[in-house]
């Protein structure tokens, strides 16, 4: 069964206190693996798609990682306004009939 | 350019009730996905539109039914609802890639 599971399911740093947050998957046919950013009462804003191991990728504080079996999200020196919940989805299936298999989320509390 | 744009942002019903949300999808988008997101939870796919036609559908009961029309824009009904049917429902739009933007979502609360 195509299943993804973030963890920690919640975490709280001081600013300034680097990070990283995991995505462990199993999903067949995996065509890529997509991290959002959520704030509350919000639909997911898109950060960052992955497509094959060892593929990074960077925005600002955020860098995204993937390996054969897992993801992860490092945030260097955080902000309070990186506080959200962080989703990690895997894509499945072809352009026009996938769909993207979510974990439960990460929720990220900076405090200043 | 617009968005994601899905309407009414908050609804409330009883149980057994009918309910029809709406999307519009971004600008140049042609494909239209709907997610069900329970408090708490990521979303869960509900099903995909493409060319006015269902393409793919996730595990939810024929309850939940949808249609697309020919400018693109989609419509999500649930009949006979329940108070598990209760949730963030999310419409996603994309072009023939991997490209998903989300709405910002309908917040169904059935009493």
């Known amino acids: 069964e195509d299943q993804v599971t973030q963890s920690p399911e919640a975490l709280r740093l001081q600013e300034g206190e680097s990070s990283s947050l995991n995505c462990s998957y199993t999903?067949?046919?995996?065509?890529?693996l997509f991290w959002y950013r959520q704030d509350p009462g919000k639909g997911p804003e898109f950060l960052f798609t992955l497509y094959s191991a060892g593929e990074e990728k960077e925005k600002e504080r955020l860098k995204a990682t993937l390996t054969k079996k897992e993801s992860f999200l490092h945030i260097t020196a955080p902000k309070p306004e990186d506080s959200a919940t962080y989703l990690c989805a895997g894509f499945h299936g072809s352009s026009n009939t996938g769909k993207l298999i979510f974990g439960q989320g990460t929720t990220l509390q900076v405090k200043p | 350019d617009a968005g994601v744009t899905q309407s009414p942002t908050h609804l409330i019903k009883t149980r057994g009730q009918q309910v029809t949300l709406r999307c519009s999808p971004k600008?140049?988008?042609?494909?239209v996905s709907w997610y069900q997101q329970a408090l708490g939870q990521g979303p869960q796919f509900i099903f995909q539109?493409?060319?006015?036609?269902?393409?793919q559908r996730g595990n939810f009961p024929d309850r939940f039914s949808g249609h697309q029309f020919p400018n693109y824009s989609s419509e999500l009904n649930v009949n006979a609802l329940l108070l598990g049917d209760s949730a963030l429902y999310l419409c996603?739009?994309?072009?023939?890639?991997?490209?998903?933007?989300f709405g910002s979502g309908t917040r169904l609360t059935v009493v």
């Open positions: 999903v067949s046919g995996l065509r890529g």
């Open positions: 539109y493409y060319e006015e036609e269902e393409r």
């Open positions: 600008s140049g988008h042609d494909t």
């Open positions: 996603a739009s994309s072009l023939s890639d991997y490209g998903y933007t």
